[in-house]
């Protein structure tokens, strides 16, 4: 039995979704493709300037999506509530996304054009993505560029004085704008500029080391947040007109991961709980260029790069006999000859080589690896730059990629113009996350998710450089528009107080959680119980599925969940800083995002993108979709605690596409 | 193959801005050399946690040298004794077996200690909030190509746009000046053609904010760009002053 239909039952409920109550609108707007943007805009409804005032938006984060959709937003004269955990605005994990940022502009004339891109954005996410979403992310991808550029981000240039572009992978065209290895951090700073200047406008007002811990919801409406003081412990209350989650990824539900130390899910657990839906959670990507683990103490991981594929070649010795030595520290890489050097990506994937999208580099990795021919501790594989070097000189090397070198450097001893980088798959982002419509709006009316934290754009796996376009294009050109189609209604809706019942009693349920957790009086850190969980989620959750890997995962959750509520150790107090306390109440929402992933991942009987069931493989070990009965999106809807989700389908059309096969070998 | 060593560890702990702090010290074995700075301090906290003892605050997150976020002034400097890093990035293997390492908080007046070895650093928001942007509203802008930049200047640029605004600069200055900070935003601006028409504006508004929340003057000793993790260079604030200069004879 290799079908999970006969024992989902046990975990979810999958039948519902055939009524009526539980059919979902994704309100795509009619007409051909390449019009339903500009039909959109042409008829939605608008509010106008005497009315933006009056209306209150909360915005809850303030990375790439957070900060764009606040300041646009204030310089439109909405009144704005921006909200992060960190000490400023500026430190958002965006801030780390190092290669670049995709966009159609074909300045280098190699044949790009919005459909492409759109094209190459379906096909890369394996075909479970929303069509009319991506091609109006791809149609926005222009107006980016050109806006990051008036605000002064300093994007790498020709000697001309034009722009430059590189190349990620899961394409054929250069369409990638970069500022060096800082690519995150120049568009972050950009659009922290831009905030600022409406901070100082006061149109928007900033509040720093503020966590969100509750959704408040009147009349069916979400109209404020409960959040905790991070300095003082203090719980506070906010109110709006509408809320805006741009909350970023659920990643380190694997503990270890390329996220902060600070990224959480929580965010969409909470709207999961007031009757948002979490969607294609399944769908986590496994990044194929990180530094490997080092040991029992290590707290994140670090990424490299995807550029670094542009001319770094990947392998793995070709005769297990060197694996072993090398791995036994009796040869080094360089003593392996060309012709005993297996790469294999090149050998799989000649079409795209190196440069193949990152699911199918990281499986490919994973699968060298577990037939013994890793090298390091035999979780890590090569990415050689000898052959860049001989063609283009180590002073050109040095120029497109010194600051990665020197950080791979500094963390692995190793000298990367000498000796191949040893590299292995760690998670990186989450494709899934809060369900929304084509407004970007979830479920519940008024609450709106943007950039990594809603599902919309990426299918079963995102491409490299298309994070940072889709943060800005949701922040910057569609939410400001969408949103005005629901404020317009709300324009007679007075301030609303927080002293309202239902306030009083979103701030009694976070405080009595608190206290809760408080009280459990254990043994074990927070830090402790994740790691256990991280294992869990990375040794049958991760890269390769099976239905048995899944339900001993969903048992092992339950086993971390019962540690967490009977021996957690919070030291310190509750009304005061404590970053204990904020890593629990992190911890346990990952404890219900961990194990949403693992029932949709079973529910999932294929491979596709970035989730790869072993037991759906073909014969060369490549991922075997099944469009007849999982070409869907796969929603769940909360039923409350211990109780089991509801799947709801968001079925997909594809009309201006065809689907097929994903194929990058020829 | 992995190396162990053991460390003391002398750390700097203040329950909050007006309270009394003082040094406090642990000793730490099994450390492996592999291991980050922060994570060692995540073992040292395990253990406080262990023993029921609060643990060490300190500010961090990205832990890849680019959110500006973690700070420690360690041995003396600002993020270590490792020239061109933070301290999320710097590695156990560069101390010695036994070693003492003393870790204090960026130390400003203008950065009040929040607790342990986390500060207030929102003066720098408010200094970016007098000025440090291009007046534009999202939506207008041409093409992007229309305006080319040299790549010497697009360079220049980005080198000053590096900055993270983690504070090392003040830290590490005798005066707590913040001159590096601002000058490096003030640059970015200066060069690129989308800068100029705010231009004097921008310059004397972020100094004037820079100088009202009370960081202290600039006295050319460089201390600020020599322990500056991303090697912001003193150029800027050559650049900086003449720019303020004019400025003020514009004005």
């Known amino acids: 039995m290799i079908d999970s239909t006969s024992i989902m039952p046990e975990f979810a409920d999958i039948e519902s979704y055939k009524l009526p109550e539980y059919q979902l609108d994704s309100k795509i707007p009619e007409g051909p493709i390449a019009e339903k943007w500009t039909n959109y805009k042409a008829h939605q409804k608008l509010v106008n300037p005497a009315n933006k005032r009056n209306l209150d938006i909360i915005v809850v984060g ?336 040095r120029d497109r990629y010194g600051n990665l070198f020197d950080m791979y450097q500094m963390i692995s001893d190793d000298n990367p113009y000498e000796t191949p980088m040893m590299i292995f798959p760690a998670s990186h982002y989450t494709m899934g996350g809060i369900w929304v419509d084509y407004e970007l709006q979830t479920s519940v009316k008024g609450l709106f998710a943007i950039g990594e934290c809603n599902f919309s754009d990426h299918g079963g796996n995102r491409l490299g450089a298309s994070a940072l376009m889709q943060g800005l294009a949701d922040g910057y050109f569609v939410l400001p528009y969408t949103m005005q189609n629901y404020l317009s209604d709300q324009i007679k809706v007075p301030r609303f107080s927080t002293d309202a019942p239902e306030f009083e009693a979103a701030e009694k349920a976070v405080r009595e959680r608190i206290e809760k957790l408080m009280a459990i009086k254990g043994t074990k850190s927070p830090d402790e119980i994740h790691k256990r969980l991280g294992h869990v989620m990375w040794n049958f959750v991760g890269m390769g599925r099976t239905l048995q890997s899944l339900v001993k995962a969903l048992g092992e959750i339950e086993e971390v969940r019962k540690e967490f509520y009977s021996d957690l150790r919070i030291v310190g107090s509750a009304d005061d800083l404590n970053t204990e306390l904020e890593k629990a109440l992190r911890l346990e929402d990952f404890l219900v995002i961990a194990k949403m992933m693992a029932i949709d991942a079973l529910n999932r009987n294929e491979s596709c993108g970035a989730h790869f069931r072993e037991e759906y493989q073909t014969e060369d070990g490549e991922a075997k979709r099944n469009d007849q009965d999982y070409m869907y999106v796969s929603c769940w809807k909360y039923t409350g605690d211990g109780a089991k989700p509801i799947l709801v389908k968001e079925p997909l059309k594809y009309e201006a596409i065809k689907v097929q096969t994903r194929n990058y070998k020829s | 193959m992995e190396h162990t060593i053991s460390v003391n560890l002398k750390i700097w702990r203040q329950r909050g801005p007006k309270e009394k702090g003082q040094f406090v010290d642990y000793h730490l074995d099994n450390v492996s050399t592999g291991s980050s700075f922060l994570e060692m301090l995540d073992m040292l906290n395990q253990h406080l946690v262990e023993q029921g003892e609060e643990p060490v605050v300190f500010d961090n997150d990205c832990r890849e040298g680019i959110c500006g976020m973690c700070s420690l002034y360690i041995n003396g400097h600002p993020h270590g004794p490792v020239q061109g890093i933070t301290t999320c990035q710097l590695h156990m293997r560069k101390f010695n077996d036994g070693d003492t390492i003393t870790i204090e908080p960026w130390r400003s007046a203008a950065f009040p200690v929040i607790r342990d070895l986390m500060v207030n650093r929102n003066a720098f928001d408010q200094i970016q909030q007098a000025g440090g942007y291009v007046s534009f509203n999202c939506g207008g802008a041409q093409d992007a190509n229309n305006l080319p930049i040299s790549k010497a200047i697009a360079d220049e640029a980005m080198d000053s746009a590096t900055c993270i605004g983690c504070g090392a600069c003040v830290a590490a200055c005798k005066n707590g000046s913040a001159m590096l900070f601002v000058s490096a935003k003030v640059s970015q601006f200066a060069l690129l053609p989308q800068g100029q028409v705010e231009r004097k504006r921008r310059a004397r508004a972020m100094v004037r904010k820079m100088d009202e929340l009370g960081f202290g003057n600039c006295t050319n000793t460089g201390a600020c760009a020599a322990e500056c993790p991303k090697n912001i260079s003193l150029s800027n604030i050559a650049r900086l002053n003449r720019e303020f200069i004019k400025a003020k004879c514009a004005e």
Not at chain 1, 111 to 117: A, E, I, K, N, T
Not at chain 1, 150 to 176: C, D, I, K
């Open chain 1, 62 to 397: 303030t990375g790439l999506a957070g900060s764009s959709a606040a300041s646009t937003l204030g310089e439109m004269g909405f009144n704005v509530y921006n909200f992060c955990i960190q000490d400023s605005p500026r430190r958002a994990h965006s801030i780390a996304a190092q290669g670049g940022i995709n966009a159609a502009k074909n300045y280098q004339n190699d044949g790009d054009s919005v459909y492409r891109l759109f094209y190459d954005t379906v096909k890369g996410g394996d075909f479970r993505s929303r069509e009319a979403n991506v091609y109006r992310l791809a149609e926005v991808s222009n107006n980016i560029i050109d806006q990051c550029v008036e605000q002064g981000v300093p994007f790498a240039r020709e000697y001309g004085g034009l722009l430059a572009n590189r190349s990620f992978g899961g394409a054929q065209v250069s369409r990638t704008f970069y500022a060096k290895g800082q690519t995150g951090q120049q568009l972050l700073l950009g659009a922290y500029a831009s905030l600022n200047r409406q901070i100082q406008k006061g149109t928007v007002r900033s509040f720093n080391r503020r966590e969100m811990l509750d959704i408040v919801i009147i009349d069916g409406r979400a109209r404020g947040i409960i959040v905790r003081n991070l300095i003082t412990g203090e719980i506070e209350r906010y109110a709006a007109h509408a809320v805006v989650l741009a909350t970023g990824g659920y990643g380190r539900a694997f503990f270890l991961s390329t996220n902060a130390m600070g990224c959480n899910g929580s965010a969409a657990i909470q709207a999961f709980k007031k009757g948002a839906l979490l969607a294609n959670l399944a769908f986590t990507q496994i990044h194929p260029t990180c530094i490997p683990v080092h040991g029992e103490d290590q707290s994140k991981l670090t990424l490299m790069s995807e550029s670094l594929r542009n001319d770094g070649r990947i392998w793995v010795p070709k005769k297990k006999e060197d694996a072993e030595a090398i791995r036994a520290g009796q040869k080094k890489p360089t003593d392996i000859p060309d012709e005993d050097r297996d790469f294999y990506l090149e050998r799989r994937y000649p079409a795209f080589g190196n440069l193949c999208p990152r699911d199918i580099a990281s499986r490919a990795a994973k699968e060298r690896c577990d037939a013994g021919y890793g090298v390091g501790t035999g979780n890590a594989v090569y990415l050689d730059f000898k052959y860049a070097i001989e063609r283009l000189g180590e002073d050109v090397v």
